[in-house]
């Protein structure tokens, strides 16, 4: 019975110490892995604080001409009703005309 419970007790140990064996290895390969990125990391964070500097900056220099930007412009008024009937006369006149060798040189 002794030996039977002996025998029970070193399976369970080495069942333990064999789980503890895998973790050490997974705990090696995340440390690896860690220590290879950090380089990346490191160039992660210098452009992100770059990136956050400069988006700042941006935004302070293009506020006021921004806020200038999003005015509406006054609408544009016609010209009076006059001129406009002179100008529609003008253009009637020159299409009605022939054209003429001078003109179609320029």
Same mark, same amino acid.
């Given at each position: 019975v002794e030996s039977a419970q002996a025998k029970q007790q070193l399976t369970? *140990?080495?069942? &333990?110490?064999e789980r503890m064996h895998s973790q050490e290895a $997974?705990? %090696?390969?995340a440390? %690896?892995?860690? &220590?290879?990125?950090q380089p990346f990391k490191e160039e992660f964070e210098a452009l992100r604080t770059e990136h956050i500097v400069l988006r700042r900056r941006m935004l302070s220099q293009h506020r006021?001409? *921004? !806020? !200038?930007?999003s005015r509406v412009p006054p609408?544009?008024?016609?010209?009076? /009703?006059?001129?406009?009937? *002179?100008?529609? $006369? !003008? /253009?009637?006149e020159r299409q009605s005309r022939p054209s003429t060798p001078e003109m179609t040189i320029l």
């Open positions: 369970s *140990a080495l069942l &333990e110490l $997974e705990l %090696f390969t440390q %690896f892995e860690l &220590e290879r990125l006021p001409a *921004a !806020a !200038a930007t609408p544009k008024q016609s010209p009076p /009703v006059s001129e406009r009937r *002179a100008n529609h $006369e !003008a /253009v009637c």
